[in-house]
């Protein structure tokens, strides 16, 4: 059974930095691009980066946000640096074979956790 789980989300004032991570299990982690997405309250889901053995980056984000990952670990990253108050919002972790910046080209998903950003 594949779980994804989140941890790292919380408070935080604008222009301070927080850490996410997803710890994966129950698949051959090396093997997946790995991809966090965020959604805001009343709006869709959005793309924020994704790594495989490159990374990519959403436009809102480039410069502010690194994500990385660890495969001895399981794990994936996203550092969040320079937060703005348009970053809040529920982040998840996905895990696919193909990636990319859309959500139908990953088949697991975490639960969530939320970040908050005050301005």
């Known amino acids: 059974q594949v779980q994804l789980v989140e941890s790292g989300g919380g408070l935080v004032q604008a222009g301070g930095s927080l850490r996410l991570s997803c710890a994966a299990s129950g698949l051959t982690f090396v093997a997946y691009v790995m991809g966090w997405f965020r959604q805001a309250p009343g709006k869709e889901r959005e793309f924020v980066a994704a790594?495989?053995?490159?990374?990519d980056y959403a436009n809102s984000v480039k410069g502010r946000f690194t994500i990385s990952r660890d495969n001895a670990k399981n794990t994936m990253y996203l550092q969040m640096n320079s937060v703005l108050p348009e970053d809040t919002g529920v982040y998840y972790c996905?895990?696919?074979?193909?990636?990319?910046?859309?959500?139908?080209?990953?088949?697991?998903w975490g639960q969530g956790t939320q970040v908050t950003v005050s301005s």
């Open positions: 790594v495989s053995g490159m990374t």
């Open positions: 996905a895990a696919g074979w193909i990636g990319g910046a859309r959500s139908d080209d990953y088949h697991y």
